[in-house]
């Protein structure tokens, strides 16, 4: 999920910076750094959908039993 919203916030950035366009909340340096802050949360395994506990594992160990 996050990956996602970091490509998005890349393309937007690529678009403005292809376009000249800047305005003084979101610059190119300020679309970058929020696009890798999703980018770190993605590899930090934020917005996943795996259990940290590995309960879904255990969960389908037992309905094999």
């Keep these: 999920m996050f990956a ?5 916030v890349f393309a937007i950035g ?4 292809l ?4 305005s003084d909340l ?7 750094l929020l696009g890798l802050f999703f980018v770190a949360l993605h590899l930090a395994g934020f917005g996943t959908s ?3 506990r590995g309960g879904w594992s255990r969960g389908r160990a037992r309905a094999r039993r």
């Excluded at 996602?4 to 998005?8: D, F, P, T």
């Excluded at 690529?14 to 910076?17: I, P, T, V």
């Excluded at 376009?19 to 800047?22: D, E, G, K, L, V």
């Excluded at 979101?26 to 970058?32: A, I, R, V, Y």
């Design 4 to 8: 996602l919203i970091a490509a998005i």
């Design 14 to 17: 690529l678009l403005a910076d």
């Design 19 to 22: 376009a000249n366009i800047s």
């Design 26 to 32: 979101f610059n190119n340096g300020t679309l970058t």
């Design 50 to 52: 795996t259990n940290w």
